[in-house]
């Protein structure tokens, strides 16, 4: 003898995987379903042992920006120092995690040992406050010796939403600002690359009006909202 719940056709409910005892991802085919008989959330009251609908593991994209600098800037000082800082990206939700790419071209003429350092700092709150990323150390785009360097330093973040974290737990801003000092000799970003040289290449980019497209080989970062599914 077979029971059907009223509302629920054949074959409607596919693609069930299981994970630890947890099912996940359970998919209902098109029509299958009568919107009087299963409303909003009503798969969330479904509870029994080693049974979970929610997976709070998973996420869903937010916000996305991408922004550039095109000026360049050097130091001598082997003290950190304000560098750069970008506008306040407002609309990110409470709670959520963040990926933070930046990259930037660096470059130190000198041929004793020559670095540099670069130091993010974030801000929830229009930089009232900021809260540092630390420096990757030597490896500032150029760490050399007894040779000239022109590198490029690229860096990929994961900022949580833990309860350690200082992702506030309501809606928010985002703000960045850089920090750099030099191991050694003069530390620049942006200067010296040629970017965007190299006989004429200029005639073709993407989106001429659209300048980040024709700037994304100076310093750039792409920063994507991480919204938890719960």
């Not at 009503?42 to 920006?65: A, E, F, H, M, W």
């Not at 989106?207 to 310093?219: E, G, L, N, P």
Request: hydrophobic letters at 30%; glycine letters at 10%; aromatic letters at 12%.
């Amino acid at each position: 003898m077979t029971t059907k719940v009223r509302g629920i056709s054949n074959n409607a409910i596919h693609n069930v995987h299981l994970n630890s005892g947890i099912v996940h991802n359970v998919n209902l085919a098109d029509d299958s379903v009568d919107s009087d008989v299963i409303s909003n959330n009503i798969l969330g009251q479904v509870t029994g042992p080693s049974i979970s609908l929610n997976d709070p593991t998973n996420y869903r994209l937010g916000k996305v920006i991408t922004d550039y600098s095109a000026s360049s800037f050097a130091t001598t000082s082997g003290t950190l120092s304000d560098m750069l800082t970008s506008s306040q990206y407002t609309g990110f939700t409470g709670g959520s995690a963040l990926e933070f790419f930046m990259h930037y071209p660096a470059r130190n003429d000198t041929e004793t040992w020559s670095g540099g350092y670069l130091e993010p700092n974030l801000s929830f709150d229009n930089g009232s406050n900021y809260y540092s990323m630390g420096t990757c150390g030597y490896d500032g785009g150029i760490m050399m010796q007894n040779g000239y360097a022109i590198l490029c330093y690229n860096n990929h973040y994961f900022i949580s939403n833990s309860a350690t974290s200082r992702i506030p737990s309501t809606d928010y801003s985002l703000k960045i600002k850089w920090r750099f000092a030099v191991y050694s000799g003069t530390y620049q970003i942006n200067a010296a690359h040629d970017i965007n040289g190299g006989g004429g290449a200029s005639s073709s980019y993407v989106d001429t009006s659209a300048t980040v497209d024709r700037y994304q080989h100076y310093m750039h970062w792409i920063i994507k909202e991480w919204i938890p599914v719960t």
